[in-house]
């Protein structure tokens, strides 16, 4: 076992600027910014933009999950959220938690226009499911699953926490400041997690700050951008950033690891979206040829929002009786462009098309 590393007293924000805003950072910084405008331009060219939010959200709470070692499948999840009566794993729950936290998150963001610590908080509780809130027990350190080495000791002291947290969420609501958001998104991510508030949740709670963050800053419109497969794919860089940040002082190669993954997801995210959309325009045609009598725009557009469809999202969205909405699930499953399934009592209704797109 590795002794306790000793507790260096955590900087409040902000940094010194010269140290944030190096050449390097700056040209990272121009070409993420540039990413993340043409992710929020084709976004805006989807007819309705919560077929994504409800998609990508999922796969988000599925990944970083998954950085906690909380792993799941996608069909698993779909059937979780769509069948009443489902028995869900313990980790399927943890990630629709996730879900249902990221979407909290953008409502408070939507109605306030700016965060509380109170509002981390409540999110925090709605990814754990408990009232443990803030750390006031000392005792925290963050330790090498392989070796045991501690290799961080956070803020122990409750006071400390909550000054930390309200410098923290000062430098988070502040706008039209001289630095770019994208190089504050990396700091304010950097410092959420080195302050480490909670007992449980704080990797999670910090990966929706950051997308509320851009949001806040009008980067994207709706929460469509997640980093977690970008942190899966290099997670050892990730922590050994994070922690070199703490002992040296040194933001550059933490930053510069941050705007690449803003700009490497918003790329992958803008080619999921092509997809979905030239499915999309796909599926439409094929119905209009193969089952005109029941073709409706919104019955398309429904499938797209809930790839696992069921007789009451269809009697609610197109305002039919049950019998007909029954009736034209069967029929787009006759001419191939869904797929039914039996979960429990229920008939699910799956676009396979949509899902193999989204699990690329």
Do not use: C
């Amino acid at each position: 076992m590795g002794h306790a590393a000793p507790y260096s007293p955590l900087a409040k924000l902000p940094p010194p600027l010269a140290l944030v805003e190096t050449m390097d950072v700056l040209r990272q910084t121009s070409k993420a910014a540039a990413a993340l405008a043409e992710l929020k331009g084709i976004a805006d060219s989807i007819p309705n933009q919560s077929m994504l939010v409800n998609a990508i959200v999922l796969q988000e709470a599925k990944d970083s999950s998954e950085i906690e070692n909380i792993i799941t499948s996608q069909d698993e999840l779909y059937r979780a959220l769509t069948a009443s009566s489902s028995i869900v794993s313990v980790q399927t729950k943890e990630v629709v938690n996730y879900r249902k936290a990221i979407l909290h998150g953008f409502d408070l963001v939507q109605r306030q226009g700016f965060l509380r610590v109170n509002d981390i908080v409540s999110l925090q509780q709605k990814l754990v499911e408990n009232m443990a809130g803030i750390r006031s027990t000392p005792g925290t350190v963050l330790k090498n699953d392989k070796t045991g080495e501690v290799v961080y000791t956070p803020p122990q002291d409750r006071q400390e926490i909550l000054d930390l947290l309200d410098n923290f969420i000062e430098h988070f609501n502040l706008s039209g400041q001289k630095l770019s958001p994208l190089i504050q998104l990396a700091i304010l991510h950097h410092q959420f997690e080195s302050i480490h508030p909670f007992y449980d949740g704080n990797g999670r709670a910090g990966r929706i700050l950051n997308i509320l963050y851009l949001i806040l800053n009008g980067l994207i419109d709706t929460p469509i951008l997640y980093l977690s497969s970008y942190i899966i794919k290099h997670k050892v860089e990730y922590y050994r950033l994070l922690n070199l940040t703490n002992k040296t002082g040194e933001w550059e190669e933490w930053i510069l690891f941050m705007l690449k993954a803003v700009e490497e997801t918003a790329r992958q995210t803008i080619a999921r979206i092509k997809e979905v959309r030239l499915l999309l325009g796909e599926t439409i045609e094929e119905v209009q040829k193969k089952a005109p009598k029941i073709y409706r725009k919104e019955l398309v557009e429904l499938l797209f929002e809930q790839p696992y469809s069921k007789i009451e999202f269809v009697v609610k969205v197109l305002n039919v009786e049950r019998k007909a909405a029954s009736r034209y699930l069967r029929e787009l499953e006759a001419v191939g462009i869904l797929e039914s399934r039996v979960i429990g009592r229920e008939t699910i209704y799956v676009n396979k098309a949509l899902l193999e797109v989204l699990s690329q």
